[in-house]
């Protein structure tokens, strides 16, 4: 209901919360007028929202109304990646759909089927509920939703059992403060107000990043590590407090396990050794090591750039240990942050309730391997939706290969014509969250807020829940209470825990019992088995390649000697919004490096490795570390000269622990070009809709 409206204007403001993937998870007030968005604002509902949103989100009638957005379905026209549909309706493109199913399901087998989907709007309805009976019903292939947080997800639970983290607001309590592979200001800026407020209280604060982020520029200590060697920064740290008698021995022996082997196995990395390796000042190593030991409360946030590469799963771990061994918990503002996303502790299993087939199960970090070599059976239907893989998964070039094959039948479910969308058989239009019902859970604070629609779905988008239903139905499947929206939201709200469901129902917000700013190991506990921490967990033990708290080395870095990061940006989410970035992007370089190659900001270059080369201007930025080059994460094709993204030299490896991707792991060669020696054939590798402008 408009909680506020006036009928003579046609105004009103509706109340709602961001689904997106961001840990914010902000809750909105929605202006209208006459139908339409006027105005897309911060309410108080989530106070943590405090008074103001980002401009991404701002700004979102850009999609809901703009030029790309997907109205009505298409089955393709022209040749595949051309994005030339014929306009057909709902009933044509489901039977389609239903037909290509029931045939590949008889030549080849259901597990011939492969439904792929990441978090799209993230929220709790969109995903895992009507998409996953159905698919689990027809047996189709399953997917391992590795592409984000698998590493942090495995070690959180082995370690804790995904106890909920200390929140935002109680960042002003802590003495140190410890950003370590997160940079907020642009991926969770909400937190950053209770970082500088800290700072202002006396707080050290300490950034661990190979760029100098916004909070490193302000920060007391910025440690400037090589990409992928966080796990013998952090054993460094723990060395120190073993050796120095500053580990916490009495926490330790009443809350963990295997303390001794994480100190023997810490012991080999002296400050001179670890600073070696990640190419950092060992005094300044020395002294985040003094500042961790002396200063309670001490928080670290814990992002997700540091998880992103072979050493990821070791890096998350050591580093998400170090509170136990120091014994920062207990107090308000001590302890860590990572994902809140189970303070409530709901599970997709309550509510899908359809068993899981033990059918083939296909890590989408490997989509491109997927689609190209495998045969038992091959690949042949891809039903991509909550998800744009040509432009977010690793290998992009064997991604592409995949797509472009003539006997793969591809289905792209999409709110706008994504670099995935243009090589759909069949593209259908999504509605998008302003357009319907949903539950966005915050997962930097864990509460779950009620998503309701605002406005009418443009054009003939419909919303996942109510088109994976009637798909269902098509094929004899059985998918109860679920039909519409508002019957699975009632169904998940009602399969919530606690007492959560009926809050959010009748308040619009919950945190079911779980405490709005815990204290670990105050508030809350360990979630494992025997409620302590093991800090040598077996069950990772025995898959990491070196075991745990080891490091891997860097293979030959001779030929290949610059790291390529991409992390996240401002302008869109993951790729989410780059339909409205239309200019091109350009590669990050530290003065040093770009000298050594004779690189100017402004010159084009190729960025190059065995995977692929990426053709893009560079810019000069002392801010990215010697070693390190950096390109915003989420871009679309047209964002470069010759459609290839960072993901084109990502190569398909997976991390340590958790078979996560290792986005931060490449490592390039970079060299100038002269536009002339581009030349016309690589700059037409790019069909998309814009040409890429020359560069002269
Ligand atoms: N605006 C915006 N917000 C977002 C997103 C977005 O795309 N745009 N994405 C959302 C999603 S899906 C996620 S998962 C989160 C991610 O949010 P973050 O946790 O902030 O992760 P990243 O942006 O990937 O990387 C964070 C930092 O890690 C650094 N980094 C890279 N490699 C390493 C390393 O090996 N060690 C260390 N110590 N640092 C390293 C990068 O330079 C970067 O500054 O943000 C969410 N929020
Ligand atoms: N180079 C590089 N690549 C990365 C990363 C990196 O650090 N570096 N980070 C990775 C990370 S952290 C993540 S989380 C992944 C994310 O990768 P993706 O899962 O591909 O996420 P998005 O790019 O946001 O694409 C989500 C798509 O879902 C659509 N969508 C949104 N809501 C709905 C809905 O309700 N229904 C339907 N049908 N569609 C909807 C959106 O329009 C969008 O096109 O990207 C990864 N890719
Ligand atoms: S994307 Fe994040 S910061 Fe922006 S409105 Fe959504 S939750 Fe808030
Ligand atoms: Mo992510």
Redo the contacts with the bound molecule.
């Keep these: 209901m408009p909680a506020d409206e006036d009928l003579t204007w046609g105004r009103s403001t509706v109340e709602t919360a961001c689904p997106l ?1 961001c840990p914010d998870g902000c809750s909105l007030a929605i202006s209208l007028e006459r139908g339409r968005i006027r105005k897309i604002d911060h309410s108080p509902r989530y106070p943590g929202t405090n008074g103001f949103i980002c401009s991404k989100v701002r700004r979102f009638e850009r999609r809901v109304y703009g030029e790309e957005r997907l109205l009505h379905p298409g089955s393709r026209r022209g040749a595949k990646g051309e994005a030339s549909f014929n306009r057909i309706g709902w009933d044509q493109a489901l039977e389609t759909v239903a037909g290509r199913m029931r045939a590949i399901r008889k030549e080849f087998g259901a597990e011939a089927i492969l439904p792929l ?7 709790l309805l ?1 995903q895992d509920t009507t998409d996953a009976r159905l698919f689990r019903a027809f047996g189709t292939s399953r997917l391992a939703r590795n ?3 698998a590493p942090t997800t495995a070690v959180t639970a082995a370690l804790y059992g995904r106890m909920a983290g200390v929140a935002y607001e109680d960042y002003r309590h802590a003495g140190l403060v410890v950003i370590w592979g997160a940079n907020p200001s642009t991926s969770g800026f909400h937190l950053v107000p209770h970082v500088r407020q800290a700072a202002r209280d006396g707080a050290a604060v300490v950034v661990i990043d190979p760029r100098r982020t916004p909070l490193a520029k302000r920060a007391d200590i910025h440690l400037a590590v090589r990409p992928g060697t966080d796990v013998v920064v952090a054993l460094a740290i723990h060395r120190f407090l073993f050796e120095h008698g500053l580990a916490d021995e009495a926490f330790l022996a009443e809350w963990t396990h295997n303390a001794d082997e994480l100190r023997r196995r810490a012991s080999e990395w002296t400050f001179e050794r670890a600073a070696a390796v990640a190419e950092i000042d060992p005094d300044l190593l020395e002294k985040v090591a003094e500042l961790y030991a002396e200063t309670s409360p001490a928080v670290i946030r814990c992002g ?2 540091l998880e ?1 590469n072979r050493n990821g799963g070791n890096a998350a771990l050591a580093v998400l240990a170090l509170p136990a061994v120091g014994g920062k918990f207990g107090v308000r503002g001590g302890g860590f942050s990572m994902s809140s996303s189970r303070a409530i502790p709901l599970s997709e299993e309550d509510w899908i309730e359809t068993e899981e087939p033990r059918t083939r199960l296909v890590n989408m970090n490997r989509l491109g391997r997927a689609l190209t070599d495998y045969s038992d059976p091959p690949i042949k239907m891809l039903f991509v ?5 040509l ?4 290998a992009q070039n064997r991604v592409l290969a995949g797509l472009e094959r003539d006997d793969l039948f591809t289905v792209v ?4 014509m ?1 670099d ?1 969308a243009r090589w759909a058989d069949v593209v ?1 239009p ?4 302003l357009e ?1 019902y ?1 539950l966005a859970l915050g997962y930097g604070h864990g509460a779950v807020q009620l998503v309701q629609p605002v406005i009418e779905p443009a054009g003939e988008s419909r ?2 829940v109510e088109v994976f239903a009637e798909l269902a139905t098509r094929l004899g499947i059985e998918i109860g209470e679920l039909e519409s929206d508002t019957g699975t939201l009632m169904h998940v709200a009602g399969a919530l825990p606690e007492n959560a469901g009926r809050e959010l129902l009748d308040r619009g917000i919950t945190r079911g019992s779980a405490p709005a700013a815990p204290v670990q190991f105050g508030d809350v506990f360990p979630r494992t088995a025997d409620g302590r921490v093991d800090l040598l967990p077996a069950a990772l033990e025995g898959s990491a390649p070196l075991g745990l708290y080891r490091f891997q080395t860097e293979p030959a870095p001779d030929r290949y000697p610059l790291a390529l990061i ?3 940006s401002d302008k ?5 919004l ?1 339909e409205l970035r239309t200019r091109q992007v350009r590669l990050q370089i530290h003065p040093r490096d770009a000298e050594a190659r004779d690189l100017s900001t402004g010159d084009v270059a190729r960025v190059f490795n065995e995977e692929g080369e990426i053709h893009c201007a560079v810019s000069v930025n002392p801010d990215v570390r010697p070693g390190v080059v950096s ?1 915003p ?2 871009l679309w094709r047209r964002n470069t000269m010759n459609g290839c ?3 084109a030299l ?1 190569s398909d490896e997976l991390t340590d622990l958790g078979d996560g ?1 290792c ?2 792991d490449a490592r390039v060669e970079v060299t100038r070009v002269v536009t002339a020696e581009l030349g016309d054939r690589n700059i037409a590798l790019w069909t998309g809709p814009a040409s890429p402008k020359r560069v002269h």
């Design positions: 993937d989907s990441y978090g799209g709007s993230n929220g969109t592409v984000c947080a997700w750039g992103r939706y909550n998800c744009n893989p432009a977010t998964m690793p479910f999409d709110q706008v994504t995935t259908l999504a509605t998008t969250f319907q949903d919303p996942n991409s992390p996240a869109t989410v993951s790729s989410t780059g390109l994460k989420g993204t960072a993901n990502v991707a986005f931060n």
